[in-house]
């Protein structure tokens, strides 16, 4: 008896047996590329959340690091203010100072 038939199915099956486990990409040394980071949020919400954690207001004193965490600039700030009291969103608090009415701040 011939070893032919034998070689030639175990070729066979060894060939099906490869296109039945597809390759991956890390096999091959590629990789997908990584995910594109999520939106920034709208200035808005994160001027919000700053002075939330910061108390939840604002004022002469904290200014500086809420504009630094909500990554706003003092031009911004004077234009979002007045859209954020509109929408009745922060109250006057003191002297040059705001508060947010949110959840969190009550």
Do not use: H, K, W, Y
């Amino acid at each position: 008896m011939s070893s032919r038939p034998i070689l030639s199915g175990l070729a066979l099956m060894s060939l099906l047996a490869a296109c039945a486990s597809p390759a991956r990409f890390d096999d091959m040394g590629l990789t997908a590329p990584p995910a594109p980071p999520p939106p920034e949020p709208p200035p808005e919400v994160r001027l919000i959340a700053a002075i939330e954690n910061q108390g939840c207001v604002l004022d002469a004193t904290n200014v500086s690091s809420v504009l630094l965490a909500a990554n706003l600039t003092q031009e911004q700030l004077t234009t979002i203010v007045p859209t954020l009291d509109d929408a009745g969103r922060l109250e006057v608090a003191g002297d040059g100072a705001i508060r947010v009415l949110t959840e969190r701040c009550v």
